[in-house]
C-alpha cells in the first residue's frame, strides 16, 4: 500500500510538474513563453531542457527523458508514446531533426540525442552541423531557427543524415 502511494504521489507531482513547465497541447511553438530564454543551457540543468521540450514539436506525445551527464560526450534520450500511427517515417525523421536542431541551438553541452519513437534515432551535434553547414549556436532566436530549419528540410538530405541505433 506504501508503495502504491508513494507512485501515485510521484505520478502527480510529475504532472503539476510537467504542466507547470509550459506543455501545451498543440504540438507547435505556440507557447506564449520564448524557447530562446534558455539559450546557454546545460544538459545537466533538468528543469531548462525540460521547458525546452515542453515547447517543442510532439510535445504532448513525450514521456521520458534520460540525461547521460556521467562523463563525456554528454547527451539524452527521449521517449515519445502514443503518437499517431499514420505518421510515416519521414515525419519522425523531420520531427528528429527539427527537435534536434533546438535543443542543440540552446544547450551548449549536449553532444548527442536519440529519438525513440517506434523506432530509434540518434542524432550527433557536429553530424547535424555539417549537415546544415552551419553552427546552430548563432541563432538567437526563434522565428530565425524555425525558418532555417523549414527551407532546409529536404527528403533526400533526410535520408543522409540518420544513423539509426
Known sequence: MKKISRYICFSMLMLLLLNGCGFNNGGNNSSSQDIFQHKGS???DNS???????Q???????EELSLETKEKPYGMSLTYGNIDSNITEKEYKEMAIYNATFLFALIDNAEWITFNFDDKYKIDRS?????????????????EL???VQKTIDENKINQLFTKS
Do not use: P
Request: glycine share 6%.
Open 146 to 148: 524555425e525558418t532555417f
Open 56 to 62: 517543442l514539436q510532439r510535445n504532448q506525445e513525450f
Open 127 to 143: 553530424q547535424l552541423q555539417d549537415w546544415y553547414d552551419e553552427d546552430l549556436n548563432k541563432f538567437t532566436n526563434e522565428e
Open 42 to 44: 546545460v544538459i545537466g
Open 48 to 54: 531548462a531542457v525540460i521547458n525546452i521540450i515542453g
